[in-house]
């Protein structure tokens, strides 16, 4: 049977229990200030920093109150389509370079002409 009376008269499972609370709490509150943080919730940041609630606080803010990831727009994109974006970088950078050797032609051209 479990009685307070019981349990001051074994401090080493006091010991045990606070342990064991203090890991809870730095866990959880670890996770909430660092999400807090990263959402920019300086309210959140402060009132979880300084109210000692045994974890239930930053858990209230880890489920309700933290932005979601899901809200986040990840596009990716295929293989296909990078070597399709490559492939008409490529083209366009040839196309630039062949324009610079006509462009050169020409002005060789005019200045022969010019030269006669």
Known sequence: MFSLYGMYQSPGTMVFGLF??????????????????????????VAILILNTLGILPIIYLLWFKPSCKTEKVVEESP???????????????????????AKKKTVKKVVKKKK
């Open 20 to 45: 064991l609370i203090i890991i809870w709490v730095t866990i959880w509150k670890g996770i909430a200030l660092w999400h807090a943080a990263q959402s920019k919730h300086k309210g959140w940041f």
């Open 80 to 102: 296909k389509k990078e070597v399709a974006k490559t492939n008409t970088a490529k083209k366009t950078v040839k196309k630039a370079h062949a324009k610079k050797k006509v």
